[in-house]
């Protein structure tokens, strides 16, 4: 019989071996944000509708075909998040957060685009996202790019990952900057494609990130934005290039570079990868000083990233970086009918004794095979063995299931508890 209802397309169910990759990343990620002293922030997955048309801006992709709306039943008009810059900034001016002062923020969670699902592509996926608010200088900017290289150093990926960085001056440079843009793309109308036409006039900059190889090598002679920047912009830029040199991380610019998003000034960058085909933007970010002011706030200087965690996962496995592991550290079995009751006894107690070690006990009765067989599939690294003799002993058997050396010895339960103690406290939080 085939199942009547599925998933929807695009959105992902995570099972256990995936989860287990997941949950490594993500401790990777809590770690290395908190030792930079970040607070986590939790925002709801609703939001307004008229919050991403504002924030985000009416006519980018995002907001223009991506999005979930929907009318609830009190006739709110609302939509999935599709980023978490917006509903950030929202939180922060509702909650008085960011007048005259500074806060450093994370948050991790799912985002909704209504896109072709393919390969690094999905309609649910997930972000962890950074967003500083009061800071205006390149020391900040150069803080969130060291973090992400440390993050990728950490989880060995420092080599397939390249930081491409641009600067979109301010909103006046830009203005400026695209006068003389939509003069060159008008008079070259003929050689662009669809979708640059379309945008020559609504998001003419939007242009310069066409993936289409005729555009690209038109641009290759259309007008520069940074031939419109001021002194202030080009201190900036340089001074946070400035920063990445010193800090040894090494950059692309990309003057083509203006993501997705229209409220980015100043300072833009994303690390790209080859090895996930087009979908290659692991990590995008920038800064966005009017974003503030324009969702009703006292102007605010911001800066922040996002980093795909569906993209990074995925260039982790592709590469063998990350392998599931198992979900149990210790498998209690039990030799001979009667003994559950003694068997849930001793595992309660190991779980005291223990703390942080995963103790799985075996339900269910059946074979000694059968149990060691599950032990095994577990990825259990020993086996904690009780039967009539034990227990006359006061006693357990522990077999070690992957260091063959170790044998299979009985101790009694202190013992025992000190045994498998020194097993797993090297590399476990274990007392
Ligand atoms: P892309 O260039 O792939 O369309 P974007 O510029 O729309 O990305 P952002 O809005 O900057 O992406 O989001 C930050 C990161 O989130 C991206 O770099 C990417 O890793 C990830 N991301 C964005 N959209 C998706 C999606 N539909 N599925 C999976 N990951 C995504
Ligand atoms: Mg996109």
Redesign the pocket.
């Known amino acids: 019989m085939g199942l009547s209802v599925q998933a929807i397309r695009g959105m992902n169910d995570l099972l256990p071996e995936d989860t287990s990759v997941w949950q490594q990343v993500e401790q990777i990620l809590r770690s290395t944000i908190s030792s930079y002293g970040y607070s986590e922030v939790r925002m709801p997955i609703v939001e307004k509708t008229s919050l991403f048309c504002r924030a985000i801006g009416e006519v980018t992709d995002?907001v223009e075909k991506e999005m979930y709306t929907f009318e609830d039943r009190s006739g709110d008009v609302l939509s999935l998040r599709p980023?978490g810059t917006a509903g950030c900034v929202r939180a922060c001016l509702e909650h008085n957060l960011i007048y005259n002062q500074e806060q450093r923020l994370w948050y991790m969670g799912p985002m909704f685009?209504h896109?072709r699902p393919q390969k690094?592509?999905?309609?649910q996926?997930h972000?962890m996202g950074v967003e500083v608010f009061g800071l205006r200088g390149p020391d900040i900017d150069a803080e969130l790019i060291t973090m992400t290289a440390q993050l990728w150093k950490k989880l060995g990926i420092e080599k397939e990952l390249t930081l491409q960085i641009n600067s979109l001056g301010s909103a006046a440079e830009r203005a400026a900057y695209r006068g003389s843009l939509v003069k060159f793309l008008e008079a070259h109308q003929d050689e662009l494609d669809e979708d640059s036409r379309r945008r020559m006039h609504t998001n003419p900059l939007r242009v310069l990130d066409s993936k289409d190889e005729r555009v690209g090598e038109l641009l290759k002679n259309a007008p520069k934005l940074n031939e419109y920047f001021g002194q202030e912009t080009r201190d900036h830029f340089e001074s946070l290039l400035t920063f990445l040199r010193e800090a040894g991380i090494r950059y692309e610019i990309n003057n083509r570079l203006v993501?997705?998003?229209d409220y980015y000034n100043l300072t833009v960058f994303?690390w790209v990868t080859t090895a996930l085909g087009a979908?290659g933007?692991?990590?995008?970010g920038g800064r966005y000083d009017g974003l503030v002011e324009q969702l009703g706030g006292t102007a605010c200087p911001a800066v922040g990233f996002?980093?795909?965690l569906?993209?990074l996962i995925l260039l982790l496995t592709t590469l063998g970086k990350l392998t599931p592991r198992g979900d149990v550290d210790v498998y209690v079995v039990g030799a001979g009918d009667g003994i559950e009751l003694q068997q849930a006894s001793l595992c309660r107690s190991l779980r005291d004794s223990l703390p942080g070690l995963r103790i799985m006990n075996h339900c269910g009765g059946g074979s000694f095979k059968k149990q060691f067989k599950r032990a095994d599939k577990l990825g259990a690294r020993l086996a904690v063995i009780l039967g009539d003799n034990e227990i006359a002993n006061n006693s357990v058997t522990i077999k070690d299931l992957k260091n063959e050396e170790n044998g299979q010895r009985e101790y009694s339960y202190d013992e025992a508890v000190a045994f498998i103690r020194d097993i797993f406290c090297n590399n476990k939080n274990c007392k």
């Open positions: 995002v980023e685009r896109e690094g592509r999905y309609r996926f972000q993501r997705g998003l994303e979908q933007t692991v990590c995008g996002g980093i795909g569906e993209r």
